[in-house]
């Protein structure tokens, strides 16, 4: 028996409550699908979900079903950028997936579609229907348009610093912010938000080819309605449930693809996240095993230089997935009720790859522009680089690592041995930055930024400040146990575990040690004291005799959301999700 059925047998009030809710008699015997979405004002991802969610609805209904609406809105980091709000962007995941947990289990569903854009209400939105394990479909909710002269919002972090340092008006300023977003959307670059579609898309629970089309596009609004139609499909299906789907080759080939496009960092406290909830152990030593070797491919920004509109234009997911698909697990099963390879064929049978170069030249007779899929993609044997985009660092500065993306640090700063200048908070930081108080070859930390901490924010603004500089860019590195936008760029290190607030290394770095980071050696450690060398022996017995003095900072939020994430939230390497046990 479906569950819905179960539930109407149990439940006598049902159906009385549903019919008094707008649904007609004639739909309570139907399969019951769980539409949820992030739809609502919070930002441009997620102002246009509405539509998606009518197309799903669409699409369950002529197959049969009933869709039922369900909410549960996300926040937007960049609005919260550079104040206390943006600490409560990441534990908004972990209640995301709560209150999915909560809709869909205090009254079953027989599948469900899951339509969400951005960086913390897509993996918010993964790690819930994990969590309820129902038949499921996700639909991305496609990225903003780029504008005028390509402009894309990343790029403001660079105005606004150029801003502060009096290298431009502020006409010029206005005239950044008036344009950096025309339309809804996620950001139009391979930020979180990008990563996480094309991850949903890599892991075999989005339709082929459906990850960060144009938001705007009517070929996604067809995909919407296909994922409704999907889902009625599935429900009806044995063994068609995430946990039937996912398994741990899946998620190689999410990370494989996350290093040919060089996705966000914040991947990799995601994607071990959402593998929790399948039970599967993720870690960055994952990460780093996968990207060793890897072939960086996707020439988008920020490492790269086209806004993520184009991604689509180049073929999406599926081509680079063709790039390396002799890297891949092809046999791995996916929402389509299909393998990997099998959905492969089928695109390249159906006229996929036409429609995406169809919509390539139009968008460059739009803009009097020529560009080429091989401009966005390159070939697997022409690569941007070969080492991946992401590495774990780890030494006696970071035991439980730190990650680089080294696809957007120079390679001056692959290897450097540099002078601390610690900072308790990032507000003291960038403000040392801005006033040219940090000075080249120090090594910035920003610490007490962990999850414990204060929530784990994103150091967005000081890493910009620091990359946009001609003189600091190429010459220091900031290193923090907080996180970065995935947008961010230059000699930038986050993650860094354990973090402060639990008495990890950086906690007792101080003003004139030496740090040494090698990003091919995978390393980053003290190794000098006051502006001197030692041996690795003498700076554990220093570190040591630290360690009795060091204390712990106040507890910055003593009750709230905040206070619930800083007492159960893991490490930053193996995810940041609530650890009950």
Request: a negative charge; proline letters at 6%.
């Amino acid at each position: 028996m479906l569950a819905s059925q179960e539930l109407r047998r149990l439940a006598p009030e049902c159906d009385p409550l549903r019919i008094g809710t707008g649904w007609k008699s004639e739909d309570l015997g139907k399969v019951q699908v769980f539409i949820e979405s992030t739809f609502g004002d919070s930002h441009p991802g997620s102002g246009h979900l509405d539509k998606l969610v009518e197309q799903a609805r669409r699409g369950v209904r002529d197959e049969g079903g009933f869709g039922a609406r369900y909410f549960c809105t996300d926040m937007c980091d960049g609005e919260s950028q550079g104040m206390d709000g943006i600490n409560y962007s990441l534990v908004s995941r972990e209640i995301i997936a709560n209150m999915i947990e909560i809709q869909a289990q205090a009254t079953p569903y027989d599948a469900g579609v899951f339509i969400a854009s951005c960086d913390k209400g897509m993996p918010g939105n993964l790690m819930g229907l994990a969590r309820i394990n129902i038949p499921a479909v996700v639909v991305p909710g496609g990225t903003m348009a780029a504008g005028p002269e390509l402009l894309t919002l990343e790029q403001l972090g660079m105005y606004s610093a150029k801003f502060e340092r009096g290298e431009i008006d502020q006409e010029k300023l206005d005239w950044a912010k008036q344009n950096a977003c025309p339309s809804c959307g996620a950001c139009s670059f391979i930020g979180t938000a990008s990563t996480m579609q094309i991850t949903a898309e890599a892991l075999g629970l989005a339709l082929p080819g459906s990850a960060l089309l144009p938001a705007t596009s009517p070929d996604l609004m067809e995909y919407a309605y296909e994922a409704g139609k999907q889902a009625v499909r599935i429900a009806k299906m044995a063994h068609m449930r995430p946990s039937d789907i996912v398994s741990r080759e899946s998620f190689e080939n999410a990370i494989l693809v996350h290093a040919a496009i060089s996705g966000s960092t914040n991947a990799l406290l995601h994607i071990p996240a959402i593998a929790h909830e399948f039970g599967i152990e993720i870690t960055g030593e994952t990460f780093d095993r996968l990207h060793r070797g890897a072939h960086y491919l996707l020439d988008i920004r920020p490492a790269g230089k086209w806004p993520a509109e184009f991604f689509y234009y180049a073929g999406g997911v599926p081509a680079i997935m063709e790039e390396i698909r002799h890297c891949l697990h092809l046999d791995v099963m996916t929402v389509t009720g299909k393998t990997l390879g099998e959905n492969l064929a089928d695109l390249k049978r159906n006229g996929f790859y036409e429609r995406c170069r169809q919509r390539l030249e139009e968008s460059n007779a739009r803009r009097g522009i020529c560009v080429t899929k091989e401009d966005i993609i390159r070939p697997f044997d022409h690569p941007i680089g070969e080492d991946g985009s992401i590495a774990v660092l780890k030494g006696n500065l970071a035991p439980e690592g730190a990650v680089i993306k080294h696809t957007a640090c120079p390679k001056e700063m692959f290897e450097a041995t540099l002078t601390a200048r610690p900072f308790d908070s990032e507000e003291e930081c960038i403000d040392a930055v801005l006033h040219h108080r940090v000075k080249p070859g120090d090594a910035v930390f920003i610490r007490y930024e962990g999850p414990k901490g204060s929530g784990m924010p994103e150091m967005f603004y000081t890493s910009e400040a620091i990359s946009s500089d001609q003189d600091l860019g190429r010459s220091i590195a900031l290193i923090t146990d907080g996180r970065f936008s995935g947008a961010s760029t230059g000699p930038v290190i986050g993650h860094c575990s354990p973090e402060a607030q639990s008495g990890g290394p950086i906690a007792l770095v101080r003003e004139g040690d030496l740090i040494y980071l090698n990003v091919r050696q995978r390393r980053l450690d003290i190794v000098g004291i006051d502006g001197k060398r030692m041996p690795p022996e003498e700076i554990e017995r220093v570190l040591a005799e630290r360690r009795k003095e060091w204390k712990p900072k106040p507890v910055k939020y003593p009750k709230g959301v905040l206070r619930l994430f800083s007492k159960l939230a893991a490490s930053p390497m193996k995810g940041a999700y609530l650890e009950y046990d």
